[in-house]
T-cell receptor
Framework: GNSVTQMEGPVTLSEEAFLTINCTYTATGYPSLFWYVQYPGEGLQLLLK?????DKGSNKGFEATYRKETTSFHLEKGSVQVSDSAVYFCALSAGSGTYKYIFGTGTRLKVLA | SAVISQKPSRDICQRGTSLTIQCQVD?????MFWYRQQPGQSLTLIATANQGSEATYESGFVIDKFPISRPNLTFSTLTVSNMSPEDSSIYLC???????????FGSGTQLSVL
């Protein structure tokens, strides 16, 4: 079946540090891949997405590349800010016409000033 | 985009009681989704609520325990019935943007059962 595995947190970084949150997946077919973010006290919101192999999603300085050969979709940011402190969820949608999403367990990021 | 209002935001309940969670969307949507987020675990889909028909439940979830209403295209409720401490979790309402596969979420209901 389909599944998403992401690195456990919490991740604690100093401001301006480089961030990587690992995400790997298993899926049949050609899933779309997503990163969602949940800021304190708010609902999950889409951060970025990629719909096919080698696509790069980007938003707010975050990037992730859809790597079919390694079944990965790692989230990166070159210089984190305190305001990036949140919980990050990797997710997949298993192909067109389906509404079912599979989420990872979430990774809590804390950025210290 | 869609703005989702979910309430209550949190509640503490006694074992054996029931809680109804409300979800209001600012636009008409065909499908609304209810998720559960248990501590340290991923979001798990409970059911899909379609207007005018019975909700579709995922494996491990049943209507008697989680009855859902969907009276119109902007509103849904999820009831957690006969609660036990194992039901302590965050419950999330979500809708899907049909054109982009994007999901929009309410801010969640944090439920604690004593």
């Amino acid at each position: 079946g389909n599944s998403v595995t992401q690195m456990e947190g919490p991740v604690t970084l100093s401001e301006e540090a480089f961030l990587t949150i690992n995400c790997t997946y298993t899926a049949t077919g050609y899933p779309s891949l997503f990163w969602y973010v949940q800021y304190p006290g708010e609902g999950l919101q889409l951060l970025l997405k990629a719909t096919k192999a080698d696509d790069k999603g980007s938003n707010k300085g975050f990037e992730a590349t859809y790597r079919k050969e390694t079944t990965s979709f790692h989230l990166e940011k070159g210089s984190v800010q305190v305001s990036d402190s949140a919980v990050y969820f990797c997710a997949l949608s298993a192909g067109s016409g389906t509404y079912k999403y599979i989420f990872g367990t979430g990774t809590r990021l804390k950025v210290l000033a | 985009s869609a703005v989702i209002s979910q309430k209550p935001s949190r509640d503490i309940c006694q074992r054996g009681t029931s809680l109804t969670i409300q979800c209001q969307v600012d636009s008409q949507v065909t499908m609304m989704f209810w998720y559960r987020q248990q501590p340290g675990q991923s979001l798990t889909l409970i059911a899909t609520a379609n207007q005018g028909s019975e909700a579709t439940y995922e494996s491990g979830f049943v209507i008697d325990k989680f009855p859902i209403s969907r009276p119109n295209l902007t509103f849904s409720t999820l009831t957690v019935s006969n609660m036990s401490p194992e039901d302590s979790s965050i419950y999330l309402c979500s809708v899907r943007d049909r054109g982009s596969e994007k999901l929009f979420f309410g801010s969640g209901t944090q439920l604690s059962v004593l």
